[in-house]
């Protein structure tokens, strides 16, 4: 069984920066991909960012340039440092690892970018 941790979510004005964390415990296989999905009231999960075991990273479009993911391997953690936040990155932030039909999620972090 795998288990997900987020923390570092918040409340923060149009501009500002937070950095969300997920720390993985568990049977993790070392090849895997680990990212970041975000849900908004009335909308989809949507992805924001993954990172593969390799290196290799995607982003969303909407957050391109301004959010940047990292992981550790030897820690099992994966983190994501959001810049020049904007009111519609307002969403609950769920922390995903994947590895081939396993698809394990955390419970959530709110983030709220607001005046």
């Known amino acids: 069984q795998v288990q997900l941790v987020e923390s570092g979510g918040g409340l923060v004005q149009p501009g500002g920066s937070l950095r969300l964390s997920c720390a993985a415990s568990?049977?993790?296989?070392?090849?895997?991909?680990m990212g970041w999905y975000r849900q908004a009231p009335g909308k989809e999960r949507e992805l924001v960012a993954r990172?593969?075991?390799?290196?290799?990273?995607n982003y969303s479009d909407s957050v391109k340039g301004r959010f940047t993911i990292s992981r550790n391997n030897t820690k099992n953690t994966v983190y994501l440092q959001m810049n020049s936040l904007k009111p519609e990155d307002t969403a609950v932030y769920y922390c995903?690892?994947?590895?081939?039909?396993?698809?394990?999620w955390g419970q959530g972090t709110q983030v709220t970018v607001s005046s």
């Open positions: 568990g049977s993790i296989f070392s090849i895997n991909v």
């Open positions: 990172a593969t075991s390799f290196g290799t990273t």
């Open positions: 995903n690892l994947r590895y081939g039909a396993l698809n394990y």
